[in-house]
């Protein structure tokens, strides 16, 4: 059904429909819609869930642990320095391997403070083995829960997800979003089977200890494991497609790309604006394209080569920085398209809610044809010397 | 926000794509905000905020000396104002000026000065964008029954208005 609904509740619906048995989380802004409509369906018991409030989001990924441990669907929802202080818990749940779904309202980290949009938070948790998914519009936000949920669950799999949705530009912004029933969602999304589980009568332990003789092949197992997602993320999405008539097989996306000269890479809700300053630039007779990463982790590599191979540029626009390095997104299109001889800048973009235009990516471009890359967009005149 | 949800969600309920933001992050009663609203007859996809507005609507005619309410304004595009006494305001030339007072349509039918459903009846009645019958489903799936009929009161006290001085 086609509903008109800000995207926080969008989620907290999808998320409901998942049937998650534990839900932990601590409010911060702009994620506090989801986890406020969550707790208001378990209180008005249309949510058979548990909700345990705690006093910090340490303590809320901490009790998501021991919740999937036992042996149940797990939720979690935050942003920011909700996630920073999550930190240290978000690379157990990776090690320990358990299938915790968690979504991520993208915002900017401190300091200084800023409560708006950028993917810092997220991008900074890249190597703590949780899958990442991104989300252009509240409608594949919505979706990839269900998707996340069928491939972290996966025996094949058994590794936490991310599904990061832009704070504010999607959290809170109203628009249409086709829902599904329950049923629909059961169909796609079988009840979780646990690989193993806490159990006193027959116990185990669960991320324990392990010596220089061990630990490495337990990182081995998880990039593996990283790497076998891809085909599941893969499959799962086309059977999505195949259920709901929305096709999310590809881990990147191709749009405007088959001929183009300049093409771009983003990830998020950047990517609708893109799209539109695209038809703006080929109604001018430029030929640009763009490539969305929709799976950032695992990266999908040499699918982005695949799809970059025709293009003479690439300019990526990076929602972060590694500080005194560049855009971690750049990086890694730049060692997926090592040897091709395609020339790849990156720029720095939209950092604490800075607002992008059409005209701004039409600017880009105009930078990339030049040659001109690796560096911020749109900085105060003031602070350049 | 709410204004703009409210109108968002009566164009939706036209059948046309509509997508409301607000200009994020301090929404509260009493602060200068903004809010945004886009209508398309496809799917929007644009993230950006609104910079050349077909449509204004001013919840509280003193911020115009503050804001330049009009940025971006062209021919042909309209100014719904709620005010008591009108101004001397620099309105773009084309751009049509619609002045109603909104606060007292809501303090007459609402008991309370909250403009937002008045000031919908009178953006639908300038702008012919969204309909009566949408407005009043929409005011009623979002307010409970008394404060539903008195805001659809609202509503239309401020369309009919808009319309007879048209």
Redesign the interface.
């Known amino acids: 059904m086609m509903q ?1 609904m ?1 995207g926080s509740l969008a989620v907290a619906d999808a998320v409901r429909l998942c049937r998650p048995q534990v839900i932990s989380a601590y409010p911060i ?2 994620q506090t819609h989801i986890v406020e409509a969550l707790a208001d369906m378990v209180a008005n018991c249309t949510l058979d869930a548990e909700y345990i409030t705690v006093e910090s989001e340490f303590s809320a990924l901490s009790a998501c642990i021991g919740a999937s441990a036992a042996g149940s669907r797990v939720y979690s929802a935050t942003t920011s320095q909700g996630l920073a202080l999550m930190f240290e818990v978000c690379f157990n749940v990776a090690g320990m391997r358990l299938p915790i779904v968690m979504t991520i309202v993208n915002r900017a980290l401190s300091a200084p403070l800023s ?3 950028d993917q810092q938070d997220s991008i900074s948790l890249r190597d703590s083995g949780w899958m990442q998914l991104y989300a ?2 509240n409608q594949e936000a919505t979706d990839l829960h269900y998707l996340a949920y069928r491939v972290a669950e996966d025996h094949e799999i058994l590794l936490p997800a991310m599904v990061c949705f ?4 999607l959290s ?5 979003v086709e829902t599904l029933s329950q049923d629909q969602v059961d169909a796609y999304l079988p009840a979780f089977r646990p690989y193993q589980r806490l159990d006193a009568a027959d116990p185990i332990s669960f991320g324990m200890f392990a010596s220089p003789d061990y630990y490495m092949e337990f990182r081995y197992e998880i990039d593996r494991a990283l790497e076998r997602a891809k085909e599941r993320i893969a499959r799962a999405g086309k059977e999505f497609g195949k259920q709901f008539g929305r096709d999310y097989s590809a881990l990147v996306e191709g749009y405007q790309l088959e001929d183009a000269e300049t093409a771009f890479v983003a990830m998020g ?5 893109v ?2 300053a695209i038809d703006e630039m080929r109604a001018q007779g430029k030929k640009v394209g763009l490539l969305k990463i929709r799976c950032y982790r695992p990266f999908p590599g040499p699918d982005i080569a695949k799809a970059l191979a025709g293009v003479k540029r690439v300019a990526v626009l990076d929602k972060n920085i590694s500080l005194g390095s560049k855009g971690a997104v750049g990086l890694e299109v730049k060692d997926a398209l090592y040897g091709s001889g395609i020339a790849v800048y990156d720029y720095i973009v939209g950092l604490g ?1 800075r ?4 005209s701004d990516i039409a600017a880009i471009a105009a930078l990339a044809e030049k040659g001109q890359g690796d560096q911020f967009y749109g900085l105060r005149q003031e602070v350049l010397r | 926000m709410t204004a703009a949800e409210l109108i968002a969600t009566a164009a939706f309920e036209n059948g046309v794509f509509a997508q409301a933001f607000p200009a994020f992050g301090v929404e509260r009663r009493g602060a200068p905000v903004q809010a945004f609203v886009r209508f398309a007859d496809r799917k929007i996809r644009l993230r950006s905020q609104i910079y050349e507005p077909d449509y204004i609507i001013v919840q509280d005619s003193t911020l115009i000396k503050d804001v330049n309410v009009f940025g971006g304004m062209k021919k042909g595009g309209i100014a719904v104002i709620n005010t008591e006494k009108g101004g001397a305001w620099n309105v773009p030339e084309g751009v049509r000026l619609v002045t109603l007072n909104a606060t007292r349509i809501a303090l007459e039918a609402l008991g309370v000065p909250i403009t937002n459903t008045a000031l919908m009846g009178a953006f639908a009645a300038a702008s012919g964008e969204i309909s009566m019958d949408a407005m009043e489903k929409v005011i009623r799936h979002r307010f409970g029954k008394d404060l539903a009929e008195k805001n659809i009161d609202a509503a239309r006290r401020a369309y009919a208005q808009v319309k007879g001085g048209a």
């Open positions: 008109f800000e802004t702009p409560i708006w949009n252009e519009d832009d704070g504010f530009i809170h912004t109203y628009e249409p809700s950047l990517c609708g604006t799209k539109d809610g607002d992008l235009k059409k």
